[in-house]
């Protein structure tokens, strides 16, 4: 049982936009309360690194390379976490990670793969 899956994955051309969305189903979510959720990324050849972060009382966090571009919203009542993409440059083209904090712990999905290419 995969506890975070992400949606929303696919090809498009730079300067387009793109969705994601993320489903906190696993078990673990039904007896525990998720603290922050966020978005984190991995290109080929690089380290992941964080996207955008959404915290329990509503701030967010993001990265300098996707300030003014990204948006991250959270649905409290769904357990899911998005991340509206606008204006996608080749160097976002990376698998998109979502993860939810709870007890401290870190949990991930599997990854969407997001390819910005002409």
């Known amino acids: 049982q995969v506890p975070l899956v992400e949606s929303g994955g696919g090809l498009v051309q730079p300067g387009g936009s793109l969705r994601l969305s993320c489903v906190a189903s696993g078990s673990i979510f039904s007896t525990n309360s998720i603290n922050t959720m966020g978005w984190y990324r991995q290109a080929p050849g690089k380290d992941r690194e964080l996207v955008a972060r959404?915290?329990?009382?509503?701030?967010?966090d993001y990265s300098d390379s996707v300030k003014g571009r990204f948006t991250i919203s959270r649905d409290y009542g769904k357990r899911m976490v998005y991340l509206q993409m606008s204006s996608l440059k080749r160097e976002d083209t990376a698998v998109y990670y979502c993860n939810a904090q709870v007890n401290g712990m870190m949990y991930w999905g599997k990854g969407t793969l997001v390819t910005v290419s002409s």
């Open positions: 959404i915290f329990r009382l509503g701030s967010t």
